[in-house]
């Protein structure tokens, strides 16, 4: 049974930058949970960052908080810590949280603190595609179905 690594504030763990989360309630998720699939994970928190913990973007390499203070090292080191568990446990596809310095996918804010979105990724989603996991956001649940049932049906052709 193919796992998927879900960033653990999607699945209502209070480990957001301001200790709050971003419970998502939806039949895919409840389904995997059942199924026993969830790899619950928050890169940031593996890094070793505090909850609550100042507001930080992605600045190029850098991840940088709005007083100027250089988290680089804990979000790199939580992507490589997403990294080694997907690995561990053949995890081939992720759900990680939109616009995040660490999860995004997409997008993410542009380092200026002022809300507006460049295209993007952060560097614990960045590391997993780099190394072939499937990497998406929580509007893209259908898509992370299909490619949860493309893993499983080459799977099973085997």
């Keep these: ?3 998927i690594l879900i960033s653990s504030c999607l699945l209502g ?4 930058y301001d200790g709050g989360h971003n419970l998502l309630q939806d039949e895919w998720i409840q389904r995997w949970q059942r199924e026993g699939r969830i790899v619950a994970f928050c890169p940031e928190c593996a890094g070793g960052l505090p909850t609550p913990r100042p507001a930080a973007e992605r600045v190029g390499e850098l991840v940088l908080t709005a007083q100027g203070e250089d988290v680089t ?4 080191l939580g992507a490589q810590k997403a990294l080694a568990l997907a690995q561990d446990q053949g995890i081939k ?5 939109a616009r995040s310095p660490s999860c995004g996918n997409q997008h993410i804010y542009d380092g200026t603190f002022s809300k507006r979105l460049i295209a993007g990724q952060g560097m614990t989603a960045e590391l997993l595609q780099a190394a072939g996991v499937s990497v998406f956001n929580e509007t893209e649940l259908a898509q992370a179905a299909t490619r949860l049932a493309q893993l499983e049906a080459k799977s099973r052709a085997r």
Excluded: D, G, N, T
């Design 1 to 3: 049974m193919e796992k």
């Design 73 to 76: 090292a804990a979000f790199r």
């Design 13 to 16: 763990q209070a480990v957001r």
């Design 93 to 97: 596809i992720a759900i990680l949280k």
